[in-house]
């Protein structure tokens, strides 16, 4: 027999924590399924400045403040990776995971987001080998050397910044002349004498020599011409794809993969909801996947509460 629950929450980043508080505090059953450790994308960033309550605090900290609220209440946490999810004859949903089976009247999706890659010849070669995709994980091997970030945006600039703090020296490779990061972080970058930039230009292969990575090819967009520049280490920060392969299935997801929701972070199966980075949205923060999650906890509640209503009706 599955184990049952009012709400089955997959994924425990910083959305499905929050979902867990406001379900459990709610009264519901609540059990939350991760397939690593508490904190999702958290436990990837060094320093978060805009998360309100603390002016800062590093990632794995507020992972940990956000996991004792959410258990406070009663919520449950198993380790497992999500396989699918299923109907079930009554309305329920069956979550099936690589340990376990289990059922719930409703299911929160918040699994959250990924790297992208950048799909060059040498980036799976030089994988844990120079190539990184966590600054925060794989910085400190880079102390005192070169190394380099791919990408404009708020991730490859907040972590080239991290990075000028261990490394000799930062260069950002951004294929436009102009940064997509929020202002406060370029200005900080601007200002660093450790960062300097390649506009205009991709990296076109990831070089290296029988052991580790030596540096990068890039080509300029504008010129044609291509270079070769010197460093030990890889940083690629070139966005985001949806992790929602367990829901591929229940046909809520966009044509690249992002879940659909209303504002009630309602999807169009009933009784599941999404949250957070998996959502279809503007913007990916950890104050927008916690509001998410407020909102789905609410209504999670109100939709299991007119499941149960409906299922004595039939009984009785
Ligand atoms: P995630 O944090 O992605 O968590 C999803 C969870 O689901 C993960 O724990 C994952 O293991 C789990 N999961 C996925 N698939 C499965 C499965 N099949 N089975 C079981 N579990 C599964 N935002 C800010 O507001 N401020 C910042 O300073 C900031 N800095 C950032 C720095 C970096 C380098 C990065 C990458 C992001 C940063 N962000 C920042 C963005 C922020 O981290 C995300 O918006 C936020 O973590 C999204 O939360 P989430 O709960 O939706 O998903
Ligand atoms: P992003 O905002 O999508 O930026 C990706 C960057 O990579 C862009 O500059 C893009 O270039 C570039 N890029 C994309 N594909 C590329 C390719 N194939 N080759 C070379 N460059 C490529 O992704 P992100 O920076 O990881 O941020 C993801 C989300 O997390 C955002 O919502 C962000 O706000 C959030 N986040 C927030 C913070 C914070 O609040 N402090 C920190 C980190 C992340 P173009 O600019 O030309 O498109």
């Known amino acids: 027999m599955a ?11 910083p959305g499905g924590m929050t979902a867990a508080t406001y379900a459990s505090r709610a009264n519901m059953s609540v059990l ?42 009663g919520a449950e946490y ?19 995971t690589d340990m376990d089976e289990y059922s719930a009247n409703t299911v929160i999706v918040a699994t959250g987001a990924a790297y992208k890659k950048l799909d060059v010849p040498g980036e799976e070669a030089f994988a844990g080998r120079g190539v990184s995709y966590c600054a925060v994980c794989d910085g400190a091997f880079f102390r005192g050397q070169h190394v380099i970030v791919v990408g404009g945006g708020d991730s490859a600039v907040e972590e080239a910044t ?25 200005d900080r970058a601007f200002a660093n004498e450790k960062i300097s930039f390649v506009w205009n230009s991709e990296v076109e292969e ?8 030596t ?3 890039v080509r300029n967009n504008q010129t044609d011409e291509t270079s070769e520049i010197d460093a030990a280490g890889v940083f690629i920060y070139v966005g985001l794809l949806p992790v929602s392969d367990p829901v591929q299935d229940l046909g809520i997801t966009d044509a690249n993969g992002w879940i659909m929701t209303n504002d009630r972070m309602e999807t169009s199966q009933p009784g ?22 407020a909102v789905a906890g ?15 009706e039939v009984t009785e």
């Open 32 to 73: 939350m399924i991760d397939r690593g450790i508490y904190g999702g994308q958290m436990n990837n960033t060094a320093e978060i400045e805009n998360y309100p309550g603390f002016p800062s605090i590093l990632g794995p900290e507020l992972a940990e403040k956000m996991y004792a609220s959410s258990t406070q209440f």
């Open 215 to 217: 540096g990068v090819r």
């Open 162 to 186: 991290y990075l000028a703090g261990l490394a000799d020296h930062v260069t950002i490779v951004h294929r436009r002349d102009k940064l997509r990061a929020q202002q406060i972080l370029q």
């Open 3 to 13: 184990q049952q629950y009012d709400t089955i929450i997959l994924g425990a980043g």
């Open 206 to 213: 990831i070089l290296g020599d029988d052991k580790k990575v």
């Open 298 to 312: 609410q209504n999670a509640f109100s939709y299991n509460e007119n499941f149960k209503m409906r299922a004595s």
């Open 78 to 96: 198993a380790f497992g990776t999500v396989l699918h999810v299923e109907a079930q004859a009554d309305g329920s949903w069956r979550v099936v």
């Open 272 to 293: 599941i909801f999404a949250i957070g980075d998996v959502r279809e949205k503007e913007l990916r923060q950890i104050t927008t996947a916690v509001g998410d999650a």
